[in-house]
């Protein structure tokens, strides 16, 4: 069974704005943290950012000051608000929710597709 469901990506000019949503499964259990990573064609995927259950977040410096992660604890919910898109934020976004630091697993969504033209 799909375990994280992912919507929000599309196209968008450069400027724009997008806000991506995960929501992970229930079954899934001690989640420690959620985030989302991309991956341009030809490169590695790569963090965007993250954010623990205590709260603690984590950006990549090139996206720092324009996107915005939270979450919604209720919901199992993770958000990537991205305003002031560029084109070099282009590719496949992956939602991504680690375990606990015994059971050392993440799980990951099927991707969602982030075009930013010029």
């Known amino acids: 069974q799909v375990q994280l469901v992912e919507s929000g990506g599309g196209v968008v000019q450069a400027g724009g704005s997008l806000r991506l949503s995960c929501v992970a499964s229930e079954s899934i259990f001690s989640i420690n943290a959620m985030g989302w990573y991309r991956q341009a064609p030809g490169n590695e995927r790569e963090l965007v950012a993250h954010v623990t259950t205590g709260g603690h977040t984590n950006y990549a410096a090139s996206v720092k000051g324009r996107f915005t992660i939270s979450r919604d604890n209720a919901k199992n919910t993770v958000y990537l608000q991205m305003n002031s898109l560029k084109p070099e934020d282009t590719g496949v976004y992956y939602c991504?929710?680690?375990?606990?630091?015994?059971?050392?697993?993440?799980?990951w969504g099927q991707g969602t597709q982030v075009t930013v033209s010029s």
């Open positions: 991504n929710v680690y375990t606990d630091y015994v059971t050392d697993y993440d799980y």
